[in-house]
């Protein structure tokens, strides 16, 4: 019995997820197989590849100047007694064929995916939400969502949600290797004793983030506050000339792009909150993880689903979606109050800990195949 995977790629944090699941599922003789391209459309990379058995390399193709997609090399049989899990984006044309073949044969199909895309909602969530009524299960990315798509009457026991998380594995390693005379002949080293108190940014440098904002709001918040920005982008010499132009320079520091855990550690154990000014997904439960606050927009639909993390006066504070002046005040409002931001600290690792890693991603995945199997045995 053979689980089909379509996905666009496979980044790192799929890598490790996918070898998770394939560990869990490999006692009971099922396999893992998970199609992906080299690189997507929109320049996103997979991991490396063979890490885990049973991956193969598609190649994607656009159409109509790229309104709609398309995968070749998913020629693959589909047999009794397995599942395909398609990726829940209505712009995969490739997927309708395996979905019809899939139907014919008997074979559950789940469409995986984003209950609310970032500004999809009306109209285009209207379309989704059809063709996913037509699958035998929908597997969303949070709770929240499934929340949300059990009031549009879709069913409980076919409506599930993962919780889309982190590899808190790795990142509790990093945390063990960064002990306190690691970490400070770190913070000596990168002279991170210009400022007493930092704000960390981990992310893409794109027009979306809107870095631009949180670097007017540094100059206007306490003097003693910095900015660690890990990762790079298109539009960072154009920050770095605004930063120049502020007379900002010694308040931040760039750390480029890394991916290793315990690269980042050491950035992000030297913050005291993390701050996103522009529309976030998983980073932010990356922040979250590491017992860092975190500072968002309030506009739920601009965001990620990964927003259903974050709580206010909880785990984090919240501002005016592109306001300097809100954003100015959440960051002086989080860091002149340390006891309320330990507290908050607390609560953000402890939620990491408990849903949105590899593991409770793991489990929840394994039940949703084990429902599938139990109420549609194989023929």
Known sequence: MTIHVIQPVIPNYREVFFGRVQSQ???????????????????????????????????????????????????????????????????????????????MRGIPVVWWGQGWSVGSYGNRAALRQRIMRMMDAVVLYTEKEREDYLSLGFRSDRTFALNNGVDIEAIDAAIRHWDASRLEEFRSLHRLDACSRWCVFIGRLTPKA???????????????????????????????????????????????????????????????????????????????????PVILHGDRKQHGPEFAAFEEGRNGVSFERGSRQSLTEAINKLMEDESHRNLMAGNAAHLIRQTFNMNDMTKRFIAMISKLRKDRPAR
């Open 210 to 292: 809107r870095m631009d904002v949180l670097i007017d709001a540094l100059a206007h918040v306490s003097r003693d506050i910095g900015l660690l920005v890990l990762g790079d982008g298109p539009v960072e010499a154009e920050l770095k000339s605004q930063v120049q132009k502020l007379g900002l320079a010694d308040r931040i520091v760039w750390a480029g792009s890394l991916f290793e855990e315990t690269a980042i550690a050491p950035w992000m154990l030297s913050a005291s909150a993390f701050v996103y000014p522009g529309d976030a997904g998983l980073s932010i439960i990356h922040g979250l993880a590491y017992g860092l």
């Open 25 to 103: 599922l490999a006692p009971s003789g099922e396999r893992l197989r998970v199609y992906a391209a080299d690189l997507d459309h929109l320049g996103v990379k997979s991991s490396k590849w063979g890490v885990f058995e049973g991956t193969f390399v598609c190649k994607i193709h656009r159409l109509f100047g790229g309104v709609a997609l398309y995968q070749t090399g998913l020629d693959f049989a589909l047999e009794p007694g397995d599942v395909l899990i398609v990726d829940g984006n209505p712009r995969w044309l490739s997927n309708y064929p395996l979905i019809l073949r899939a139907k």
